[in-house]
């Protein structure tokens, strides 16, 4: 019998354009799917839901930032009231709890005044300025950083 030739010739043109076209396909197709199908294998009945879980989960870390900000803010926000004396305050500075060294100056505006009575009514005058409570004005400073913390004025 002939049977040999006829299939042969088949089978060659079969095998020579299928074999490109199947052999792109299968490799193709096995490889786009499963990567979709690979992170839903647990829940295989609620693919949506498993997409929707996950930016929700991202979103809560974004929104414990920003209390932080806030509280820092308000941290640096503390009135301060300075008096006559050294006192203890926490330094906005280096940020250290110090006791202020009190610096007692006589006011600019008092050594003004000063030297206008002393043109006007001459040497006995100019002295009142300086025996006044409200001529001098207290400098508290940072014994640390010796940045000034605030000034008291009497
Ligand atoms: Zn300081």
């Given at each position: 019998m002939d049977t040999g030739p006829p299939p042969s010739y088949a089978q060659v043109q079969g095998?020579?354009?299928?074999?490109?076209?199947?052999s792109g396909l299968p490799p193709a197709g096995p490889g786009m799917m499963p990567?979709?199908?690979q992170g839903l294998p647990p829940q295989q009945g609620l693919p949506?839901?498993?997409y929707a879980q996950q930016p929700v989960a991202v979103q809560q870390p974004v929104a414990v930032q920003?209390?932080?900000?806030?509280?820092?803010q308000i941290y640096v926000q503390q009135p301060v009231m300075?008096?006559?004396?050294?006192?203890?305050?926490?330094?906005?500075?280096?940020?250290?709890?110090?006791?202020?060294?009190?610096?007692?100056?006589?006011k600019s505006s008092a050594i003004l005044l000063a030297t206008l009575l002393?043109?006007?009514?001459?040497?006995?005058?100019?002295?009142?300025?300086?025996?006044?409570?409200?001529?001098?004005?207290?400098?508290?400073?940072?014994?640390?950083?010796?940045?000034?913390?605030?000034?008291?004025?009497?």
């Open positions: 095998t020579t354009q299928p074999p490109p076209e199947k990567v979709p199908h949506p839901q498993a920003q209390p932080v900000a806030v509280q820092q300075f008096g006559p004396h050294s006192m203890q305050v926490m330094c906005g500075y280096c940020h250290q709890t110090v006791q202020t060294t009190a610096e007692s100056n006589l002393c043109l006007v009514g001459g040497i006995l005058c100019c002295w009142i300025p300086c025996v006044m409570d409200s001529s001098y004005e207290t400098t508290h400073r940072c014994p640390a950083c010796k940045a000034t913390l605030g000034i008291y004025n009497a």
